[in-house]
């Protein structure tokens, strides 16, 4: 059984497509708990909507807003011990849940990593996702690093260790399974996932690439970064699409 954790800020247009995913899984034993960080659009409405498509859906939305606060948050709401976090705006196989469950069945794991799936992109982004993940699996025995957007977990160790650290904005998954492989075993599985490349879009591959790069080599030098030392908001791509629109609307 698996308690799928989904956070969320100003998602309507992309929560559906996830939530579509899920039901779509050949692996039907799971709850959805959507944590909503007080949208200003209608994603708990969307989220609400597919009430009918899982046995058991929970949104609940926050007063205030964080990556951390609203996964540390989901956990709490989450009665499965299997958890999953996952971004709103993940894709997922049919069989993704399932071949999860399989590996878990093979690799008694606490913690696990999931590794992201280009193919559908241009060359040169299947080629950066390739170097970015064989990251992974490299740092996976010495310094562990994840992709927040889609991490396993369970509610032992993640009560163990103290959830997600609120503190840190950039990062704090990578800080998630650097702590957690420090008591219980974490490996990268043999899966993948897919999400909008409006990250990709809005911050440049290489950029982006690059500021995950020096943000990691900071914190293997100098530890985790709590005060701000490297700026990202969470839900800022949003905000960037908002801020364009109304640009071009004051403008017109």
Known sequence: MISVVIITLNEEKRIGRLLEDLSNQTYRDFEVVVVDSNS???TCEVARGFGKAFQNLIVHRMDGRGTSLGRNTGAELATHERLLFLDADV???PDFLAKA???????PLEVAGVYMNGDELALGYRLGYGLFNAGLLATSFFFPTAV???IFSTKH???RIGGFDEKIVLCEDCDYVRRASQTFKFRMLPLTFSFDPRRLEQEGFFSMGLTYFKANVRRFFFGEMRNNEMDYKFGHYEDQTKSTAEQQGGAA
Not at 101 to 107: D, E, G, L, V, Y
Request: aromatic share 6%.
């Open 101 to 107: 469950m399989h590996q878990f069945k093979k690799k």
């Open 91 to 93: 894709r997922l196989a």
């Open 40 to 42: 200003e659009d209608k």
């Open 148 to 150: 927040g957007a889609c």
């Open 157 to 159: 160790a993640h009560q």
